[in-house]
């Protein structure tokens, strides 16, 4: 199975709110999510790149919240619902950013080039594009907005909102953590 069609599953699986088929038509047929890379020369900087890191993600973060300890000990919950709004769409502000360029010189060369036409913001982008489509529940939005954790330029500039938000909801500190394990550990091993 595709990267693309196991989205699609998750997708259609868990999420059922009132504008997620609009979104699913969106990153299918007006954005380039399924073929875009997830960076210029990082992580997942490939055709598809960006649904293969979210379906990787989705996994990482279902896969920790479903343990008995985590659970018990931790109290941490979360629907199946969010798990996958969270985590398939937590990206999602990468779609139609990557421009692929050709370098001169002996063969083809080629790379990724950022160029966003709407730069609002890495997580703020990806809340703003969802919320065009349907609802987010407020830990869904926290977790979206913040899933870049230390690395968030607001928290760079000094901003408490992470810390913040990590207090209301756990699921803004266990999706940044999943997006981390995606990146550092599974996907790192797929190179």
């Not at 913040?146 to 699921?171: P, Q, T, Y």
């Amino acid at each position: 199975m595709s990267a693309k069609e196991e989205f699609i599953e998750i997708y259609r699986a868990n999420v059922h709110r009132e504008g997620a088929d609009a979104l699913l038509d969106y990153l299918e047929n007006k954005s380039d999510f399924f073929t875009s890379p997830a960076s210029a020369r990082y992580h997942g900087a490939y055709v598809g790149g960006l649904c293969e890191h979210s379906v990787n993600v989705y996994h990482c973060l279902r896969e920790y919240l479903a343990r008995e300890r985590v659970q018990e000990l931790y109290g941490v919950e979360a629907p199946d619902e969010s798990v996958a709004v969270s985590a398939l769409l937590h990206d999602l502000c990468k779609a139609n950013t990557y421009v692929r360029e050709h370098h001169a010189g002996p063969g083809e060369v080629y790379s990724y080039v950022k160029k966003d036409s709407f730069p609002m913001g890495h997580g703020e982008k990806s809340v703003y594009l969802i919320a065009r489509f349907m609802k987010l529940e407020d830990e869904e939005a926290l977790a979206i907005r913040w899933h870049m954790g230390a690395w968030d330029d607001a928290v760079r500039g000094g901003s408490h909102g992470l810390n913040e938000a990590m207090k209301l909801h756990r699921i803004v500190y266990e999706l940044h953590a999943a997006d981390m394990r995606a990146t550092h550990i599974v996907e790192a091993g797929m190179a």
